[in-house]
């Protein structure tokens, strides 16, 4: 679930970013290296909370429990708003791209193309866990096997192109921090595996593993894969590439390497999707169970066994978001909200490693050092997006707060609870 979840479709994408942000060899691999160890540091500190609380909900459960349940409700609306489902349509949207390789069409019918494959995704997981899971298992195994033969092919068959160690207009620390975003961004879907800690065997133990060593896998192929596109493009195409995969395929293989990588990226979106789709409502769900969302949300289908209410909600809202927005717009959106997040969570770490009843089975490494050191650069990425797209980086700031009289609202309705689901 955690290379699935994140290898999605980012990373036939942001290459094109990162190497524009940063125009160097070294400071491309840099960026990766750096956003890899960021999410390896992140994926530690979950690991120790998933330990802590193996309980349905993830981060929603860890900042309620370390904070208030106000923190987790903001966290919990974020995520349902911009976070999570933007992640989805960002990802349906880059499918829905490559499929226009494929099937040439218009925006609209990408558009209509993406929104398809989150209604196709929430139906499948909609009638059950062991068809989803079996689905993105499959496609698991199906992309990693491919990006290895890209990998491969490319550096054995693919021609070898002069790249220039730096190209003219050099790095700023701004354009060095922006590519890491982006980085990050590719990264993303890591914490995803401890929505669904309830219904993991031994997850003190299957979950820290599972991320440790899932990120470090992920991190050695985006680093190849990078290199890779490297090997056969010029830099500055790189930098212009709307779909570098494709391109880089063409190089290597001819007209038809844009077919092929176009089947590679399909899949690996698709496969991200369906571990996406089925994470999200797990949040909901231990929300509803608190009592701080809509007490049907928490229901769970008598056949299917399955959040059922709360997976149409975030399928017809992916959907809207779809429609509605560009990819561009939804990185600017989900990157810098999601990381204050998670530097919350890095900081409540600190906060219950002080509580004499919790003892997890993981502690992470480095003692304050991780989660302070991870608490800072998630706050130095997500003020350096707000500097530089103040209007969206606002408009997403502006959504989340817009929960707290929300939660206040629900908090009237009763006294919210915070047991494990």
């Known amino acids: 679930m955690v290379v699935g ?9 942001q290459p094109s970013s990162v190497t524009g942000a940063v125009p160097s060899v070294v400071g491309i691999i840099a960026v990766w290296l750096i956003a890899g160890l960021l999410t390896l540091g992140g994926s530690l500190i979950a690991a120790e909370l998933s330990a802590m609380f193996p309980a349905t909900g993830g981060v929603y459960v860890y900042l309620t429990r ?7 409700f903001l966290w ?4 349902f708003w911009t976070m999570h489902t933007g992640i989805i349509a960002a990802i349906a949207t880059v499918f829905a791209r490559y499929m226009g390789v494929l099937v040439p069409m218009s925006d609209a019918g990408q558009r209509a193309v ?10 499948v997981n909609y009638i059950g866990v062991r068809q989803g899971s079996s689905l993105q298992t499959a496609l698991t195994i199906a992309k990693v096997v491919a990006i290895a033969a890209v990998i491969g092919a490319a550096f054995t068959l693919g021609p070898r192109v002069s790249v220039v160690p730096t190209v003219a207009g050099g790095t700023t620390t701004r354009g060095f921090l922006l590519a890491v975003a982006a980085g990050l961004f590719a990264f993303g879907g890591w914490h995803m595996v401890t929505y669904a800690a309830g219904e993991t065997i031994a997850p003190e133990r299957t979950i820290p593993r599972a991320l440790v ?6 991190t050695a192929c985006y680093v190849l894969l990078n290199l890779a596109y490297l090997h056969v493009l010029p830099m500055n195409r790189v930098a212009a590439s709307t779909r570098i995969a494709a391109d880089a395929a063409d190089a290597v293989l001819g007209r038809d390497g844009a077919a092929v990588m176009a089947v590679l990226v399909t ?8 571990g996406i789709v089925l994470a999200g409502p797990r949040a909901y769900l231990a929300m509803a169970r608190d009592g701080l969302a809509f007490r049907s949300l928490g229901d ?7 959040p059922h209410r709360a997976i149409v909600l975030q399928c017809v809202w992916g959907c809207v978001l779809v429609a509605t927005g560009s990819y561009r717009v939804l990185v600017a959106r989900v990157v810098y909200t999601e990381w204050i997040f998670f530097a919350l969570m890095a900081l409540g770490v600190l906060l219950l490693r002080r509580r004499t009843d919790v003892r997890p089975a993981f ?3 480095l003692g304050a050092a991780l989660p302070i050191a991870f608490a800072a650069a998630a706050l130095l990425v997500a003020a350096n997006q707000i500097i530089s797209a103040p209007s969206e980086s606002l408009t997403g700031l502006l959504l989340v707060l817009a929960g707290w009289p929300v939660f206040l609202l629900w908090a009237r309705r009763g006294t919210p609870t915070t047991q494990p689901v």
Not at 66 to 72: L, W
Not at 114 to 123: G, P
Not at 213 to 218: A, I, K, T
Request: positive net charge; charged residues 0%.
């Open 213 to 218: 060593v899932g990120v470090l896998l992920v």
């Open 5 to 13: 979840t994140i290898i999605g479709a980012s990373i036939f994408v």
């Open 300 to 306: 769970v289908h008598g056949r299917y066994h399955t």
């Open 66 to 72: 370390a904070f208030s349940p106000a923190v987790g």
């Open 363 to 365: 502690s992470a490494p």
């Open 267 to 274: 899949i690996s979106s698709f496969g991200a999707l369906s």
């Open 76 to 79: 919990g609306w974020a995520m």
């Open 114 to 123: 993406a929104a398809a494959a989150i209604i196709v995704l929430s139906a």
